[in-house]
């Protein structure tokens, strides 16, 4: 992989948007170059389209939503489709895998598997393009049967974040497909490569010309045209809370739907009882998995009083163990921050919670490791109103507040404007099932961590966002449900007559 990336420093690659069914460049010219955040050398070069090519794209879906052809296609002919790209998804896990891993700096092994991971959700949305279905009532009396259609919702909008480019694209692409919407994709300006890679999987798995469109630019052009568009019926979100309002007032003009997954900052929770080598493991995977830049990370932890002092410095002594470096050797388990602006706020945290009266126990010393490196960090002494404790970091940081009880750990864990996720180390099996059910959060894990199946729905409480990705309400999130009210036999009544 080395040889290849030099390769790639050598003669960045470069992308077109895919816009009915034709690989283009923007309209005015403009490119957008990338620098693999880890090493410093560009990387990738996408058009940086405008809100001309965002109305051409959305014009696209549209008129190929309108005429109807996939929108009415028998849902086997779309389940092939899907398929077929999660074929090439496999076949090109190297190639797609190294361009995420240059553009975000993720270790390699981690971007193969999310490659892998997204092919199945792939392959799960094309099972739900078959079974997809309305239901009817034979209860209405004799001479009225009710049928309940669900459609398709239209052009659907999907803009998505730089932390997990195709991963995050894959849990709302194919299952907006397999209901039978027209798409227009727009990856984060930062991260566009495999997304614009897609566009040739599609079209050679025969998707209809202008069924999805993806195009490459900033928020502020091809993102805000997207959500202003009268054309566009949904718009799936995924990214910070502050974008996630702007998406909200701009949803009023058409009264667009809105499917928003937004920040977190999500507890793991440790009880005393839990096997704590374990929970040592979990919770460092949940605080450092790509780099902390992970909406669901583990990033306070809650840990109960009598075992807090012993846990703490064990999982900084594991903490050191964790190697950062290079995301291309297979080694490295820590990449680098996705960009300056990122690095540096995940700095300025840090430095804020140490004025609030936190105390470094690891790391916090981004100086000592060259670029954009910032090593894992682990803040003792917060204390639940500090702004580490409460805002999301999106960075390798952990911040660490005892508690007495389950009741405490409880309000700690639902003392957050966010409710995304949750972890809990506990073998006291009432424990583990109160906080499953009492967290406010869309998805907890009891002695695990991350695991993700297509099966599972993803989604947040409270400014997480709302709406549900994934699993068997994936596809119902785009669609429409309709009633027909059928009558059988003459007609006996009469409005007229009656009156
Ligand atoms: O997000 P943005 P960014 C959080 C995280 C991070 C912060 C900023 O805390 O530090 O957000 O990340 C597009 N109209 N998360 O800057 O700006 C933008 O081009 C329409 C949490 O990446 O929200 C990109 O495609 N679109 C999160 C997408 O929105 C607009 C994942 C996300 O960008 C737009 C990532 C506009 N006006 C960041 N402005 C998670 N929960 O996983 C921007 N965009």
């Known amino acids: 992989m ?14 077109r948007n895919f816009i009915s069914g034709e690989f283009t460049d923007a309209l005015e010219g403009g490119v957008i170059s990338r620098e693999s955040p880890a090493h410093g050398r560009m990387v990738s070069q996408y058009p940086a389209s405008t809100r001309a090519d965002a109305e051409a794209a959305i014009a696209a879906a549209r008129e190929s939503f309108d005429a109807g052809r996939w929108a009415f296609a028998y849902g086997g002919e779309r389940a092939k489709v899907l398929r077929e790209v999660a074929q090439s998804l496999r076949r090109n896990a190297d190639d797609l895998a190294l361009v995420e891993t240059l553009e975000t700096s993720k270790p390699l092994a981690a971007s193969r598997g999310e490659v892998l991971f997204a092919a199945e959700l792939w392959d799960y949305a094309a099972g739900l393009a078959r079974i997809l279905h309305g239901d009817s009532h034979n209860t209405l009396g004799e001479d009225m049967l009710g049928l309940v259609l669900r459609e398709p919702i239209g052009v659907v909008g999907i803009i998505t974040p730089w932390n997990f480019p195709l991963l995050i694209l894959s849990e709302r692409l194919p299952f907006a497909l397999a209901a039978g919407c027209s798409v227009v994709v727009k990856p984060s300006e930062f991260t566009s490569g495999t997304a614009l890679m897609l566009g040739r999987y599609l079209k050679d798995a025969g998707l209809p010309d202008g069924v999805c469109n993806i195009i490459a630019g900033t928020g502020d052009q091809v993102g805000q045209a997207i959500l202003d568009s009268p054309d566009v019926d949904m718009v799936a979100f995924t990214g910070s809370t502050r974008v996630g309002r702007v998406a909200i007032a701009a949803s009023a003009g058409n009264i667009k739907k809105l499917s928003l997954e937004l920040g977190g900052k999500s507890p793991s929770i440790v009880f005393a009882d839990c096997d704590q080598e374990a929970a040592i493991d979990g919770v460092i995977k949940a605080a450092t998995i790509n780099m902390g830049e992970c909406c669901i990370a583990g990033s306070r932890l809650l840990v109960e009083a009598s075992v807090a002092e012993a846990f703490q410095n064990r999982l900084a002594e594991r903490l050191q163990e964790l190697r950062m470096g290079d995301p291309l050797d297979p080694t490295s388990r820590i990449g680098a921050i996705i ?6 706020r995940i700095a300025e ?55 007495g009880d389950l009741e405490e750990a409880i309000g700690f864990a639902n003392d957050s404007d966010y409710g995304l996720a949750a972890y809990v180390w506990t073998n006291d099996l009432s424990k583990a099932l109160t906080c499953s059910r009492r967290i406010r959060a869309g998805r907890v894990w009891v002695n695990s961590a991350l695991q993700g199946y297509p099966e599972l ?21 785009y669609t429409e449900l309709k009633s027909v009210h059928l009558h059988i036999g003459p007609q006996a009544e009469r409005w007229v007559e009656g009156a």
Do not use: W
């Open 2 to 15: 080395f040889d290849q990336a030099e390769r790639i420093f050598e003669a960045p690659l470069q992308y």
């Open 349 to 403: 945290s840090v430095r804020d919670g140490v004025r609030d009266g936190a105390r470094i126990v690891c790391g916090g010393d981004p100086e000592n490791h060259r670029g954009l490196f910032y090593p894992p960090t682990v803040l003792a002494d917060v204390k639940p109103g500090m702004s580490v404790a409460r805002q999301e970091i999106f960075g390798p940081v952990l911040a660490v507040m005892p508690f």
């Open 339 to 344: 960009n300056r602006a990122q690095f540096d």
């Open 457 to 477: 729905p993803l989604g947040g409480f409270k400014q997480s966002g709302n709406g549900r990705e994934t699993g068997r309400y994936g596809i119902e999130e």
